[in-house]
């Protein structure tokens, strides 16, 4: 199972801080992980309090030490940016069976994973998600990086057989800005961006917050700095025994809203596919004859 993030932890502490404490919290959610990684004093002068509020706000985390508290800090951020040049080891940890056992471990993994996005997704951040995209007066964006645009995509097109107003940003980034001239409050974008983060994914977002969008993030569980601008979060498990983090934790959170939502929309949706079914009708090839084709 993935450890709680530090960011996770802090949110989790915010109620039983002091003014001082919650100062410095607000201080490293807001700059998160950079703040965390100055020296005590720094931090301390950007929160306006004193280095032993400071102190005291790592040993309620349960820190022994500002020092372990930036270890912890570290070692996340560490993984964050883990690329599949990183992780390769060619030959290393091959278990007998060799690839036949490598595959089905990865599988093995994978499904333990599922289980892990069942967790790790929060049920009333679920209903919010499905009753922002239930609304039709509302236009959808999608958006994701170099990989994750694919689940960007593969959500368009499942969106748009059960609702309307559907628009997947892809093509070349210079292009994305013209995507905000008709982004607003009545606006929900969809953003998918893991580990080794794309600046451009969250500029977009970032303008788009701006412009009154609200944002729905999914992303692993170190979470993007998108976060800042989400009014919505799904975070989803993505290791995997491979040198390639994996998509298909995500894939399913994508295929079980797009579900959820179509029973929502009832008859709507229903009507919406029919109407999909008739007009692909011409076309589809025509019957080969004799079995030829």
Not at 128 to 137: E, F, H, I, M, P
Not at 210 to 232: C, F, M, N, Q, Y
Not at 243 to 272: F, H, K, N, W
Request: glycine content about 8%.
């Amino acid at each position: 199972m993935t450890r709680t993030t530090l960011a996770e932890r802090i949110r989790a502490r915010l109620p039983e801080l002091t003014k001082a404490e919650r100062r410095v919290a607000h201080v490293l959610l807001g700059r998160y992980p950079l703040a965390g990684l100055e020296t005590v004093q720094a931090l301390a002068r950007r929160a306006g309090v004193s280095t032993a509020s400071v102190l005291r706000f790592t040993g309620k985390l349960g820190f022994p030490s500002y020092n372990a508290f930036q270890g912890e800090l570290r070692e996340q951020l560490a993984a964050t940016l883990q690329s599949p040049l990183t992780r390769y080891r060619a030959g290393d940890d091959v278990p007998a069976g060799g690839d036949a056992a490598l595959v089905r471990r990865h599988l093995a993994e994978i499904r333990a994973a599922l289980a892990e996005a069942e967790s790790l997704v929060v049920a009333s951040e679920i209903e919010a998600v499905v009753g922002l995209l239930a609304d039709t007066r509302r236009t959808v964006y999608l958006l994701g990086g170099r990989y994750s645009g694919r689940l960007a995509g593969y959500m368009a097109d499942l969106l748009r057989g059960v609702r309307p107003q559907v628009v997947l940003v892809d093509g070349q980034t210079q292009k994305w800005a013209d995507h905000l001239l008709d982004i607003g409050r009545r606006t929900v974008l969809v953003c998918f961006d893991f580990r080794r983060y794309q600046p451009d994914v969250l500029t977009f977002a970032e303008h788009a917050a701006r412009r009154g969008a609200r944002v729905v993030l999914v992303t692993d569980p170190w979470h993007s700095a998108i976060e800042r601008v989400a009014a919505h979060l799904l975070p989803v498990p993505v290791a995997s025994p491979s040198i390639y983090d994996s998509l298909a934790p995500a894939m399913a959170v994508v295929e079980a809203l797009v579900g959820a939502l179509a029973r929502r929309l009832g008859d709507r949706a229903r009507s919406r596919i029919e109407a999909q079914e008739e007009l692909r009708r011409p076309f589809r090839p025509a019957p080969a004859e004799n079995g030829r084709s």
